[in-house]
């Protein structure tokens, strides 16, 4: 994988930093169109339950958020379910997805539809 640009750096590493303050499965941040960042844990509580990236994109929304430019999940799944990315995909149907193991290695980015 190519070197990641600086502000998607930036977003992994506040993913992990998410999932390593809380001890969480997952941490997640994604980054709007005006550049702010929304970072979150999956959330495990018996009445409740979401992933990181659920979470993310809900604070992008309810804080006003019109579009995402990118999306980091950190987990050890290796992977990004695909609900995740479909919440992702409502917001910012040309960001990719990054996903990154707990230690900040990018294993994939997905890209949106069409895009290369």
Same mark, same amino acid.
């Given at each position: ?5 600086? &502000? ?17 499965? &997952? ?38 958020? &019109? ?50």
């Amino acid at each position: 994988m190519s070197e990641l640009n600086p &502000e998607d750096a930036k977003i992994i590493t506040l993913a992990r930093a998410a999932r390593a303050r809380t001890g969480a499965a &997952e941490g997640a941040a994604v980054r709007d169109e005006t550049g702010r960042t929304y970072s979150a844990t999956n959330v495990d509580l018996p009445s409740l339950r979401l992933t990181a990236l659920a979470v993310a994109v809900a604070m992008a929304v309810s804080s006003g958020a &019109e579009d995402l430019e990118a999306a980091a999940l950190v987990t050890a799944a290796g992977a990004a379910a695909s609900e995740d990315i479909a919440a992702v995909r409502d917001l910012g149907p040309k960001a990719p997805v990054l996903v990154a193991a707990p230690d900040g290695t990018v294993l994939t980015s997905i890209p949106a539809h069409g895009a290369r």
